[in-house]
């Protein structure tokens, strides 16, 4: 059946602000300003502050939710279910996970590319597929765990061609070494997270625009109250900033006024995340959660392909060879394949019923959200 076009615009938007919320995390790392304490530029180099600007976009996604609802009751039918009510603090833990993931990503983002930043994150699957099977009883089909396998592939890959192209990019080799690795023990965290909602919070039939916003207030208002203390927590070894702390936001913020088009890639990364949360949840409502998946993994190579446009990074072979080995992996484990395999007359005939729809039908009650909406 043909997209009409609300459904297209609906793609398009995601795939869009997916994209511009990685390019405008990177954007903003590449600007140089001087700051409170030192007029001479140099890098912005502050992913704390980041965060609580990713979060702040999460945030939003609750006006979002409260206005629809608000608009939805206007009507003399109201269609728009609200989901039960369920205590707050269910949300704590996901966010903390979320708020930790999140903020070493943005670290990591400071070390490596956009491009296999966006790559690396595709680890989650493997520790969300662990995880599932060993605290939530879950058991994986054969094409999940070759889908696992398919993807620590990828992911070797992906780290072979960093390696090879560190000391030509603008990174050193041990900045990306490292910036890689912490992406990957993100996406632990992440995983963590996504299993902590599934076990304690779809159950609730929360409103996923509820719960991604629900999540962004604990993770805002956490973590702009741990900028204070941060502020004074040494961390010469890590932190770029006069002071050698742990984050200044203020000389963030000093650095914003000598050159305000940081502050562009900042509002560009709180937008994107707000709409392409409420992009990924409209799409699993309107077309199908498998679509979502897809989007998803092609917002990967619009980064990589903007990314040589701009000149940000180098072309190298090996990356695109660990991309289509990813994007093979994450297929498999999201069962991708069998809507394919189902038009295979040997196949349609063995099953009763057309497995991907079960799988897609579980994906719905689950909620819609995946790791990559933060």
């Not at 509820?210 to 702009?224: C, P, Q, Y």
């Amino acid at each position: 059946m043909a997209w009409t076009k609300y459904q297209l615009f609906l793609a398009g938007l995601m795939l869009t602000t997916g994209s511009l919320n990685t390019l405008s995390a990177k954007w903003a790392d590449m600007f140089s300003a001087g700051g409170c304490h030192d007029p001479k530029e140099r890098p912005f180099s502050h992913p704390f502050l980041q965060a609580v600007c990713m979060f702040l976009g999460e945030l939003s996604c609750l006006a979002v939710f409260y206005m629809l609802l608000c608009h939805d009751r206007r009507k003399p039918e109201p269609t728009m279910e609200p989901g039960q009510s369920f205590n707050p603090l269910l949300f704590l833990p996901p966010a903390l996970c979320d708020m930790t993931g999140t903020s070493i990503m943005y670290v990591a983002l400071n070390m490596t590319s956009a491009s296999s930043f966006q790559m690396l994150r595709g680890a989650v699957i493997i520790f969300t597929g662990l995880l599932s099977v060993a605290f939530l009883g879950r058991r994986l089909l054969a094409s999940q765990w070759l889908g696992i396998l398919i993807t620590i592939v990828g992911l070797i890959v992906v780290g072979l061609a960093d390696f090879v192209s560190g000391n030509k990019d603008s990174h050193k080799l041990s900045e990306v070494i490292t910036g890689d690795l912490l992406i990957i023990m993100a996406q632990i965290i992440v995983s963590v997270q996504m299993v902590l909602e599934e076990k304690f919070v779809y159950k609730h039939n929360v409103h996923p625009l509820k719960a991604v916003g629900t999540e962004g207030f604990f993770g805002f208002v956490i973590l702009s109250l741990l900028l204070i203390p941060m502020y004074y927590i040494p961390a010469s070894g890590f932190s770029d900033n006069p002071r050698q702390v742990l984050e200044d936001a203020l000389d963030a913020f000093c650095q914003i006024g000598h050159n305000p088009v940081i502050l562009v890639a900042l509002l560009g990364n709180t937008v994107s995340i707000a709409f392409f949360n409420f992009a990924g949840i409209s799409v699993t409502k309107e077309i199908s959660a498998t679509t979502r998946m897809v989007l998803d993994s092609l917002r990967t190579l619009v980064i990589w392909v903007v990314s040589l446009a701009l000149g940000w990074e180098q072309f190298h072979g090996l990356q695109i060879l660990g991309f289509i080995i990813l994007l093979l992996g994450t297929a498999l484990y999201n069962g991708l394949h069998k809507p394919l395999m189902a038009r295979l007359p040997c196949w349609a005939g063995a099953q009763g019923e057309d497995v991907g729809d079960s799988v897609e039908r579980e994906r719905l009650l689950g909620g819609g959200r995946t790791a990559e909406d933060s």
